[in-house]
Nanobody, 120 residues
Framework: QVQPVESGGGVVQAGGSLRLSCAAS????????QGWYRQAPGKQRELVAY???????MYANSVKGRFTISRENAKNTVYLQMNSLKPEDTAVYYC??????????????WGQGTQVTVSS
């Protein structure tokens, strides 16, 4: 089993920065990709950022230019650097790790989430 664990959430004023970390524990031999999702109260969960095994990155339009996703492959760890934070960024942030189990199939493993609160 793969268990991602998030850390780095907290409370920050608008315009400030936070860095989230997600370390994937367990027996991991390969990773297809890693990403960050978020869910605000009363809203559906949405994709924030994603990074593939080749290093290609994707961002939601609402965070592009402010957030940066990166990884340390040897540690099975993915980061989300969040700058110029806005109150609308307030949400629970979830890490997901996609792991192959054969040449044509893979599974998603989700973290428990970490709260990010941005005050006005």
């Amino acid at each position: 089993q793969v268990q991602p664990v998030e850390s780095g959430g907290g409370v920050v004023q608008a315009g400030g920065s936070l860095r989230l970390s997600c370390a994937a524990s367990g027996s991991i031999f390969d990773i297809n990709g890693q990403g960050w999702y978020r869910q605000a109260p009363g809203k559906q969960r949405e994709l924030v950022a994603y990074i593939t095994s080749t290093g290609n990155t994707m961002y939601a339009n609402s965070v592009k230019g402010r957030f940066t996703i990166s990884r340390e492959n040897a540690k099975n760890t993915v980061y989300l650097q969040m700058n110029s934070l806005k109150p609308e960024d307030t949400a629970v942030y979830y890490c997901v790790v996609n792991v192959p189990y054969d040449s044509n199939n893979s599974k998603d493993f989700w973290g428990q989430g970490t709260q990010v609160t941005v005050s006005s």
